[in-house]
């Protein structure tokens, strides 16, 4: 597997540590992170990462809204998205995916999986 | 080429990362001297970049930890401080070089250079064969990152394979060469040294034929198939087969002995595919949320503090509907938080909670009990976990530690214990134990005679070493297997803190056994669900109780008595007699109706002496009734023989 960069937008910055951390630590992938919708969106412009995971439930502009913006940026809609939402929103998967998200990955998980996991949704 | 950046100053950092990336260097850029140290010690580094003045850990510290772990990798330091004094403490602190900002960034980058050039001699080639690693210079071998404990012998014959990889070799020509002219070994020899080596290699995960025979001719290397062997390195670099796992020497030298063995019995492609069933993998990564949880526990109670004034204020009926916000978001940003360290059922507790703040309608004071019940639930659990466990984890599977001297002993509990779906490490003696991570069970097999002799070094030793752990982890369960059963032996094993005594005629299974009994019994904080009216007694039980660790959630109102139930998930419930609408009878009833309730232990706690009360309680499904007022250690001891008695039914 080739080296990959994983962009993670979540508000909860002790998330995104522990990610990044076991991220690299499983496959030695990069990660970048983001604490809110908008810097996630400046960051996915500038680094063009390999894929973002996306926090659904963030105050101001939430996980979907932050997809639509991304959706609407011609130059990084292309960058497959996988939202990372709580058990009690799996019902919501259906919605999820007539949204266009490339997948979903339910907390809690053990980032020492995620490169696994987003090995399957990405096919890569 | 990669460097680790450990500087606090974010400006420096982004003007030095892109600097070195214009060189081609890989940076890995963190901002305070533990994160310094949690990345120095899991990644691979060439060279490692300090910034003397740093939060939590200061580069001098930082810098003397690295070379008392052993770790060889060039550090440069960079200071404000312009003085022979720094200078002279940072170089003998280990580091190998010093720069005083400001400085020329070319200067800087030719330093670097210059110390990675020093670096990069290797005295000696590192032998490889698929995973298995021997490095020469430092004699360390491991397999797949998991170093190997060798006898000389031992580590003379798998040399002697990896260099001869290409051939193979016969029992004479080994024999021939690896023992003097004047010892006369038999082919048995070789054999059973060939056996123990496999063993060793089976251990840490390698094929059983990874040392394979060739009937009649001799032995050989067999690396896994150049297609099999493709994906596990690749998903894990830490694991790569052509590269040195780690530039860490062993500091103590049998402090690497411990051998962590998980799961040869899962299928190739799942233990390739899953780097979390790394151990190497996996005792990082705990490593790193128990550091992280250091740091954030504090922070996740104040949350709770937000929330606790909150539901204060709605109780008077005076919550601002930005309080409510602001304590919606503490409970979102909690239950974020929570999950990440496994702590799943204060997750679930704060998002109860969240869901409650975040309605539309507005809340209620008479709502206001029933969060506050919940939210000190939830301070219990974040106060109450010291330490995150692997078992904890989503997907973790609990760690048993054994010290033990006795490889056969060791080797046959392995595949039993996997098969219990438990990792199990082997510290084949005390000095293994000063590394993380903490295990949940621990095993210390006492050899022969060390029980009616604990004078002996070897004896006395483990004796300490139990001793410590005792001390330093008293909720620890440990298990104790020893050659004798005398009341002396037993009684001075109890009061050394010993949980459990097995005779050593005893099979795998029942040794495994045991420590999947203790392992369920120590979640020693069990939850206790108090329901009574009586307000003053609900104030005083969770103090009467505290000494005994419980995580105690009081209920006043019988009515929500299945939502925080079900939110809590107790352990043990208790219940009064008399309450205003639905009585403890009746309670008991509900829940002995129900399917996922009817086992939950209840003792009835009550003003009613009298026999018919009694007779009641037990008739619809008390385990236990007992009279107030009672003394506080009088109610812990029946819930703990209670939850005890459960639990050993339950395995």
């Given at each position: 597997?080739t080296h990959k960069?994983?962009?993670?937008?979540d508000d909860?910055?002790?998330?995104?540590?522990?990610?990044?951390?076991?991220?690299?630590?499983?496959?030695?992938?990069?990660v970048?992170?983001?604490?809110s919708?908008l810097?996630?969106?400046?960051?996915?412009q500038?680094?063009?990462?390999?894929?973002?995971?996306?926090?659904?439930?963030?105050?101001d502009?939430?996980?979907?809204a932050t997809f639509k913006?991304?959706?609407?940026c011609?130059e990084i809609?292309?960058?497959?998205?996988?939202?990372?939402?709580?058990?009690?929103?799996?019902?919501d998967?259906r919605q999820?995916?007539?949204?266009?998200v490339s997948g979903?990955?339910t907390?809690?998980?053990n980032?020492?999986?995620?490169?696994e996991?987003?090995s399957r949704?990405l096919?890569? | 080429?990669?460097?680790?950046l450990?500087?606090d100053?974010?400006?420096?950092i982004a003007?030095?990362t892109r600097n070195?990336?214009?060189?081609?260097y890989v940076?890995?850029?963190?901002?305070?001297?533990?994160?310094?140290?949690?990345?120095?010690s899991?990644?691979?580094y060439?060279l490692?970049v300090?910034?003397?003045?740093?939060?939590?850990l200061?580069?001098?510290?930082l810098c003397?930890?690295f070379?008392?772990e052993?770790y060889t990798?060039p550090i440069?330091?960079l200071?404000?401080?312009?003085?022979?004094?720094?200078?002279v403490?940072?170089l003998?602190?280990?580091?190998?070089d010093?720069?005083?900002?400001?400085?020329?960034?070319a200067e800087?980058i030719a330093r670097i250079?210059?110390l990675?050039?020093r670096?990069s001699?290797?005295?000696f080639?590192?032998?490889?064969?698929?995973n298995l690693?021997?490095?020469?210079?430092t004699c360390e071998?491991?397999?797949g990152?998991?170093?190997?404990?060798?006898?000389?012998?031992?580590?003379?014959?798998?040399?002697?394979l990896l260099?001869?990889s290409q051939?193979?070799l016969?029992t004479?020509?080994?024999?021939?060469?690896l023992?003097?002219?004047?010892?006369?070994p038999?082919?048995?020899?070789v054999?059973?040294?060939?056996?123990?080596?496999?063993?060793?290699?089976v251990a840490?995960?390698?094929?059983?034929?990874?040392?394979a025979?060739?009937?009649?001719?001799?032995?050989y290397?067999?690396?896994?198939?150049p297609?099999?062997?493709?994906e596990?390195?690749a998903f894990?670099?830490?694991?790569s087969?052509?590269?040195p796992?780690s530039s860490?020497?062993s500091s103590?030298g049998d402090?690497?002995?411990?051998?962590d063995?998980?799961?040869e019995a899962?299928?190739?492609?799942?233990?390739a595919?899953s780097?979390?069933?790394q151990?190497?993998?996996?005792?990082?990564y705990?490593?790193f949320?128990?550091?992280?949880?250091?740091?954030?526990?504090?922070?996740?109670?104040e949350?709770?503090g937000?929330?606790?004034?909150?539901?204060?204020d709605?109780?008077d009926?005076?919550l601002?509907r930005?309080?409510?916000?602001?304590?919606?978001q503490?409970?979102?940003?909690l239950a974020?938080?929570l999950?990440i360290?496994?702590?799943t059922?204060?997750?679930?507790?704060s998002?109860?909670?969240?869901n409650?703040l975040?309605?539309s309608e507005?809340l209620?004071?008479?709502?206001?009990?029933?969060?506050q019940t919940l939210a000190i639930a939830?301070q219990?659990?974040?106060a109450?976990?010291?330490?995150?466990?692997?078992?904890?984890?989503p997907g973790?599977?609990?760690?048993?530690?054994?010290?033990?001297a006795d490889?056969?002993?060791?080797?046959?509990l392995?595949?039993?214990a996997?098969?219990r779906?438990?990792?199990?490490?082997i510290a084949?003696n005390?000095?293994?134990?000063v590394?993380e991570p903490?295990?949940?069970?621990i095993?210390?097999?006492?050899p022969p005679?060390?029980l009616?002799?604990p004078?002996r070094?070897?004896?006395?030793?483990?004796w300490q070493?139990?001793q410590?752990?005792?001390?330093r982890?008293?909720t620890?369960?440990?298990?104790?297997?020893?050659?004798r059963?005398?009341l002396?032996?037993?009684?001075?094993?109890?009061?050394s803190?010993?949980n459990?005594?097995?005779e050593?005629?005893?099979?795998p299974?029942q040794?495994?056994s045991?420590?999947?009994?203790?392992l369920?019994?120590?979640n020693?904080?069990?939850?206790v669900?108090?329901?009574?009216?009586?307000?003053n007694?609900?104030h005083m039980?969770?103090?009467?109780?505290?000494?005994w660790?419980?995580?105690?959630?009081?209920l006043a109102d019988?009515q929500q008595?299945?939502?925080?139930?079900?939110?809590?998930?107790?352990?043990?419930?208790?219940l009064?007699?008399?309450?205003?609408?639905?009585?403890?009878?009746?309670l008991?009833?509900?829940?002995?109706s129900?399917?996922?309730?009817?086992r939950?232990p209840?003792?009835?706690l009550s003003?009613?002496t009298?026999?018919a009360s009694q007779?009641?309680?037990?008739k619809v499904g008390?385990?236990?009734?007992?009279?107030k007022?009672?003394?506080?250690?009088e109610l812990?001891?029946?819930?703990?023989?209670?939850l005890?008695r459960?639990?050993?039914w339950a395995s």
């Amino acid at each position: 597997m080739t080296h990959k960069r994983v962009l993670i937008i979540d508000d909860e910055e002790t998330i995104q540590t522990v990610v990044q951390f076991g991220i690299k630590l499983a496959a030695g992938w990069e990660v970048l992170t983001a604490s809110s919708g908008l810097k996630g969106i400046q960051t996915a412009q500038t680094e063009q990462p390999d894929v973002i995971l996306l926090d659904v439930m963030m105050p101001d502009m939430d996980g979907i809204a932050t997809f639509k913006e991304l959706q609407a940026c011609p130059e990084i809609q292309q960058i497959p998205v996988i939202l990372l939402t709580a058990k009690a929103q799996t019902a919501d998967k259906r919605q999820f995916n007539d949204l266009g998200v490339s997948g979903v990955i339910t907390k809690p998980f053990n980032s020492l999986d995620l490169p696994e996991q987003i090995s399957r949704i990405l096919h890569w | 080429m990669k460097i680790l950046l450990v500087e606090d100053d974010e400006a420096l950092i982004a003007i030095l990362t892109r600097n070195l990336a214009a060189q081609h260097y890989v940076v890995d850029a963190v901002q305070d001297g533990e994160m310094g140290w949690s990345y120095g010690s899991t990644f691979e580094y060439d060279l490692i970049v300090l910034d003397l003045v740093l939060p939590k850990l200061d580069g001098i510290s930082l810098c003397q930890r690295f070379r008392a772990e052993g770790y060889t990798t060039p550090i440069l330091l960079l200071t404000a401080q312009d003085n022979s004094t720094a200078k002279v403490q940072g170089l003998d602190a280990g580091a190998d070089d010093y720069v005083v900002k400001p400085f020329d960034q070319a200067e800087l980058i030719a330093r670097i250079r210059a110390l990675l050039r020093r670096g990069s001699t290797q005295p000696f080639p590192l032998l490889t064969c698929g995973n298995l690693l021997l490095d020469p210079s430092t004699c360390e071998v491991s397999y797949g990152g998991q170093p190997l404990v060798l006898t000389t012998k031992e580590y003379e014959l798998l040399e002697l394979l990896l260099r001869d990889s290409q051939h193979v070799l016969s029992t004479d020509e080994i024999l021939d060469r690896l023992w003097s002219s004047e010892k006369f070994p038999s082919e048995a020899t070789v054999r059973s040294h060939i056996r123990r080596v496999r063993h060793k290699l089976v251990a840490a995960g390698a094929p059983p034929d990874f040392i394979a025979t060739l009937h009649g001719r001799g032995y050989y290397l067999k690396a896994l198939e150049p297609g099999a062997d493709i994906e596990a390195p690749a998903f894990n670099a830490r694991f790569s087969s052509n590269e040195p796992t780690s530039s860490r020497h062993s500091s103590s030298g049998d402090s690497s002995a411990a051998i962590d063995i998980l799961s040869e019995a899962l299928p190739a492609a799942d233990q390739a595919l899953s780097a979390r069933l790394q151990p190497e993998s996996q005792q990082q990564y705990l490593a790193f949320l128990n550091e992280t949880w250091r740091t954030t526990q504090p922070k996740c109670l104040e949350q709770i503090g937000i929330l606790l004034q909150a539901l204060t204020d709605l109780q008077d009926d005076r919550l601002s509907r930005q309080q409510q916000t602001q304590a919606q978001q503490a409970a979102h940003k909690l239950a974020g938080t929570l999950g990440i360290f496994g702590l799943t059922q204060a997750m679930h507790l704060s998002r109860q909670l969240e869901n409650w703040l975040c309605s539309s309608e507005a809340l209620h004071s008479k709502q206001a009990d029933l969060m506050q019940t919940l939210a000190i639930a939830l301070q219990q659990e974040i106060a109450n976990t010291q330490t995150i466990r692997s078992s904890q984890l989503p997907g973790g599977l609990p760690l048993l530690l054994v010290v033990s001297a006795d490889v056969e002993f060791n080797q046959s509990l392995v595949p039993v214990a996997i098969d219990r779906g438990m990792r199990i490490k082997i510290a084949p003696n005390e000095m293994a134990l000063v590394e993380e991570p903490l295990p949940d069970v621990i095993l210390f097999r006492f050899p022969p005679h060390a029980l009616d002799e604990p004078d002996r070094p070897d004896a006395s030793e483990l004796w300490q070493t139990l001793q410590a752990y005792v001390h330093r982890y008293p909720t620890l369960p440990i298990l104790v297997v020893g050659d004798r059963g005398e009341l002396s032996d037993r009684l001075k094993i109890v009061r050394s803190g010993g949980n459990f005594f097995l005779e050593s005629s005893v099979v795998p299974d029942q040794v495994i056994s045991a420590a999947v009994r203790l392992l369920h019994s120590s979640n020693l904080s069990a939850r206790v669900m108090i329901v009574d009216d009586d307000q003053n007694w609900l104030h005083m039980l969770p103090t009467l109780l505290k000494p005994w660790g419980f995580k105690v959630t009081t209920l006043a109102d019988p009515q929500q008595f299945l939502t925080v139930l079900q939110a809590v998930t107790p352990d043990l419930l208790v219940l009064d007699v008399d309450m205003p609408h639905i009585n403890g009878f009746e309670l008991c009833q509900i829940l002995r109706s129900d399917p996922d309730w009817q086992r939950l232990p209840v003792l009835f706690l009550s003003v009613l002496t009298d026999a018919a009360s009694q007779s009641q309680a037990f008739k619809v499904g008390a385990d236990d009734y007992l009279c107030k007022p009672i003394m506080g250690i009088e109610l812990a001891n029946r819930i703990l023989r209670r939850l005890q008695r459960v639990r050993a039914w339950a395995s």
